[in-house]
């Protein structure tokens, strides 16, 4: 069963500060890594992907992965109150004849004013 | 990123009809689609995968019978809830990837379905 962990929260960052979310998987055979936004009552949005160990910057969003530890991270720098959404992981695994993402529960997060 | 249209956002209907969701793709064609079913404050959970002219892989304990889809062209999908009951109330996701060999995986604007 491939899973993967992330703490549900809440996750509470005062306004302007960094906030950081993380992500376990179980398949180390995993090569796909994903971060989805998803406002309540809402779909998600993909804001970030990484495929290489280290560090993929965009903006105010950083990913970070660790193939080694199986974690992978998002940072979001400045945060602001519009970043109050949950976080979704989601792992991607080719192996197999199916395409299938494999997503955690989710981290909420809340950036107070 | 690709976009993907689904509607309706959201319907009530009564315990023992049947619902019908559609998902398209707007600007790409899709092969393959997939439909999620997410409950309050749970993850995304696959249900199925839709393939583009033959039948729809399920995923271990989704009842084909109750969630029929069909994939009649490469850019509609349809997810179709038979004989709805109050348990089968939730949000429902499809989503596509563009281009079908990209890993990313886009998705529509959900529908909630609430069963009486």
């Known amino acids: 069963q491939k899973e993967v962990e992330q703490n549900s929260g809440p996750l509470s960052v005062p306004e302007g500060a960094i906030a950081s979310l993380n992500c376990t998987y179980s398949d180390r055979g995993s090569q796909s890594f994903f971060w989805y936004r998803q406002y309540s009552g809402k779909s998600p949005e993909l804001i970030m992907f990484i495929y290489s160990n280290g560090d993929k910057e965009d903006g105010r969003f950083t990913a970070q992965l660790n193939k080694a530890s199986q974690y992978v991270s998002l940072l979001i720098r400045d945060s602001q109150p519009s970043d109050s959404a949950t976080y979704l992981c989601a792992v991607y695994n080719s192996g197999g004849s199916n395409y299938k993402l494999t997503f955690g529960k989710g981290t909420l997060l809340t950036v107070n004013p | 990123g690709a976009v993907v249209s689904q509607h309706p956002s959201w319907v009530i209907c009564k315990s023992g009809t049947s619902v019908k969701i559609e998902c398209r793709s707007l600007d790409f064609q899709a092969t393959t689609m997939f439909w999620y079913r997410q409950f309050p404050k749970q993850s995304l959970m696959l249900m199925a995968t839709?393939?583009?002219?033959?039948?729809?892989?399920?995923e271990q304990g989704v009842e084909k019978d109750k969630f029929l889809i069909n994939h009649a062209s490469l850019t509609l999908s349809t997810l179709t809830v038979t004989s709805a009951h109050p348990e089968d109330s939730s949000f429902y996701i499809c989503?596509?990837?563009?281009?079908?060999?990209?890993?990313?995986?886009?998705f529509g604007s959900g529908t909630q379905l609430s069963v009486l």
């Open positions: 989503s596509a990837r563009d281009p079908p060999t990209n890993e990313k995986l886009f």
């Open positions: 839709s393939n583009e002219g033959s039948k729809a892989t399920y």
